[in-house]
């Protein structure tokens, strides 16, 4: 079975502040992806990025770094100097490899609450 | 490119009533499919389809229908509402249907069922 955890449900930090969200995934499959989304206030869903399991080199886009580690199932994000505009709800996703009958569903965690304070 | 449209935005819903949520794309893209989003559950797909005239059950799909005639348009029917049938809902579509395809999200629908 596959299965995401974000155990973190809220954090609230002070702007500039550094902070890591935390995803733990499960899946058997040999080859899988890995999303984060963010949920703003406004409610849509934005694509921040994909991984897959075969790279595990670590990715930095702006203020936004993200560390895949195979060890330890973990794909976790971490923005730097946080800022107001920050503030959203942010949901790690899994889709496992091609079989019958699984194409391409995403399996979410429950997502992590982000508070920036001014 | 509207990207991946849904109507309406906000629904109010009387026990047993049906409705249709509508939801397009115009990228061609081949997969689409639907979610829910209750708080502290994350989102969960109800039915996906892989291409036109091709759709099948996702996690949570008892009390909903989908239907696919066309690539553009994945409509998702509640045939008769309950309240635990109130959520956000979420349409998708991705370009490919395999697996670890980039799933591009519409604006959600708020159902409330009374």
């Known amino acids: 079975a596959q299965k995401v955890t974000q155990a973190q449900t809220e954090i609230s930090v002070v702007e500039k502040e550094d902070v890591t969200l935390d995803c733990v995934y499960e899946t058997r499959d040999t080859t899988y992806y890995l999303f984060w989304y963010k949920q703003p206030p406004s409610g849509e869903l934005v694509f921040l990025i994909r991984?897959?399991?075969?790279?595990?080199q670590n990715e930095i886009s702006g203020r936004y770094s993200w560390n895949f580690q195979k060890s330890t199932s973990s794909f976790n994000f971490t923005i730097t100097a946080s800022q107001v505009v920050d503030s959203a709800v942010y949901f790690c996703?899994?889709?496992?490899?091609?079989?019958?009958?699984?194409?391409?569903?995403?399996?979410f965690g429950a997502g992590t609450r982000l508070a920036v304070h001014p | 490119n509207a990207g991946v449209t849904q109507t309406p935005k906000f629904q109010v819903l009387k026990t047993g009533q049906s409705m249709t949520l509508q939801c397009a794309q115009d990228?061609?893209?081949?997969?689409m499919s639907w979610y829910r989003q209750d708080p502290g559950m994350g989102l969960r797909l109800i039915h996906y389809s892989v291409g036109a005239g091709i759709t099948d059950q996702g996690e949570v799909p008892n009390g909903y229908n989908v239907s696919r005639s066309t690539t553009e348009d994945f409509p998702l029917r509640l045939l008769s509402a309950a309240p635990s049938q109130t959520s956000v809902y979420f349409c998708a579509s991705s370009y490919s249907a395999a697996a670890g395809g980039t799933q591009y999200f519409g604006p959600g629908t708020r159902l409330l069922v009374l």
């Open positions: 991984r897959n399991s075969f790279d595990e």
């Open positions: 990228m061609n893209h081949e997969y």
């Open positions: 996703a899994l889709s496992g490899s091609p079989r019958p009958g699984g194409y391409n569903k995403l399996i």
